[in-house]
């Protein structure tokens, strides 16, 4: 189980900032999709690889370790300082925190929970990202996840947004993006520490990406 964080010590690595960078780079590649057609394969297998480390020791792990989460923690530290001005990125992680308040609480968090399980060895065999995975998660969020409110809209190029392969896609990465929300709520964060604590955020960022 993830240990909970000692907040008596406040200069160490906050670990649930790999969290919400987790959660911000799985949305970013939403995005990519949903515009393009295609994302980057590293961050892509990274979230989706995520999504069965259910019993990881340590938050880092869930992903690999850290340095996997670099893109994700230089998204967030450019949104906090105000250097960028991706409107839309922020917007979808609000999304994805507050579909995670009403997931926690619902009963469908055990059906994912058994269908991330049962699919499990497929994804071991074939790897995370093997197009039958995809399709098989993207099932099983339109099936659970889909019917909770509020929905997470995706907007993007039409002519991706027909393509089954893609939407199959974006659903995986979505339930990845979940599944780092979750971990976020786990390790004590909210949705009003995103919004309000920006300062205590950027600090925390700036540590684990110093060198």
């Given at each position: 189980m993830i240990p909970a964080i000692d907040r008596r010590q406040p200069g160490r690595r906050d670990p649930r900032v790999l969290a919400l960078a987790g959660l911000a780079q799985a949305l970013q590649q939403v995005r990519g999709i949903a515009e393009t057609g295609q994302g980057d394969g590293a961050i892509l297998q990274t979230a989706l690889e995520s999504v069965f480390r259910i019993d990881a020791d340590t938050p880092a792990a869930v992903y690999g370790g850290e340095a996997a989460l670099r893109p994700g923690l230089v998204l967030l530290q450019r949104y906090f300082r105000n250097e960028a001005r991706d409107e839309l990125l922020p917007r979808l992680v609000l999304s994805v925190l507050q579909l995670e308040q009403r997931f926690s609480r619902d009963a469908v968090a055990g059906r994912v929970h058994d269908g991330i399980l049962e699919?499990?060895?497929?994804?071991?065999?074939?790897?995370?990202?093997?197009p039958d995975v995809l399709a098989s998660l993207g099932t099983l969020y339109a099936q659970t996840v889909s019917q909770?409110?509020?929905?997470?809209?995706?907007?993007?190029?039409?002519?991706?947004?027909?393509?089954?392969?893609?939407?199959?896609?974006?659903?995986?990465?979505?339930?990845?993006?979940?599944?780092?929300?979750?971990?976020?709520?786990?390790?004590?964060?909210?949705?009003?520490?995103?919004?309000?604590?920006?300062?205590?955020?950027?600090?925390?960022?700036?540590?684990?990406?110093?060198?």
């Open positions: 699919l499990a060895p497929t994804a071991g065999r074939l790897g995370a990202t093997h909770l409110r509020p929905r997470v809209l995706v907007k993007g190029n039409p002519h991706y947004l027909g393509q089954a392969a893609v939407v199959a896609e974006i659903r995986a990465v979505l339930l990845a993006a979940l599944r780092s929300a979750v971990l976020w709520r786990q390790l004590g964060g909210s949705m009003w520490d995103f919004l309000l604590r920006r300062r205590e955020l950027v600090a925390a960022i700036d540590r684990w990406l110093a060198p």
